[in-house]
C-alpha cells in the first residue's frame, strides 16, 4: 500500500503564493514520477505539473512560469511552489504518484492519490 499526504493549501489573495507538499509513504520501491492535478467545480481533473525521478518536468501551458514543481527523493515529498495566483487557479490540487511497490513478495505498479487540498485565490 502507498499513502500520499498533502499539505500547504488555503485562501490566498490574486497575487500571492502557496506552496503544497506531497509526501509518499509505505513499501514503495521505487517512485517514477510525482505530479499535481487539479479540478475545480463541475469541471474535469487536469494535469498542473509533474516531475519524474530524473526531474524532468512538464506544466500545464497556463501555469508555466508561476507554479515550479521539485521534489526530494530521499524524502519521497514532491513540492509545488504556486507564485502569482490568479482565481482561476481556485480548484482542489490532488497529488499522484506512480512507481512500483512490494506485496506478497511481488514487484507490482502503483498509481496513488492524494486526498485533495483546497486552493482558493480571491481576487
Known amino acids: 500500500q502507498v499513502q500520499l499526504v498533502e499539505s500547504g493549501g488555503g485562501l490566498v489573495q490574486a497575487g500571492g503564493s502557496l506552496r503544497l507538499s506531497c509526501s509518499a509513504s509505505g513499501s514503495m520501491l521505487s517512485i517514477n514520477t510525482m505530479g499535481w492535478y487539479r479540478q475545480a467545480p463541475g469541471k474535469q481533473r487536469d494535469l498542473v505539473a509533474a516531475?519524474?525521478?530524473?526531474?524532468?518536468?512538464n506544466y500545464l501551458d497556463s501555469v508555466t512560469g508561476r507554479f515550479t514543481i521539485s521534489r526530494d527523493n530521499a524524502k519521497n515529498t514532491v513540492y509545488l511552489q504556486m507564485n502569482s495566483l490568479k482565481p482561476e487557479d481556485t480548484a482542489v490540487y490532488y497529488c499522484?504518484?506512480?512507481?512500483?511497490?512490494?506485496?506478497?513478495?511481488?514487484?507490482?505498479?502503483?498509481?496513488?492519490w492524494g486526498q485533495g487540498t483546497q486552493v482558493t485565490v480571491s481576487s
Open positions: 499522484n504518484a506512480k512507481g512500483i511497490y512490494n506485496r506478497d513478495s511481488l514487484r507490482r505498479a502503483f498509481n496513488a
Open positions: 516531475i519524474t525521478s530524473g526531474s524532468s518536468t
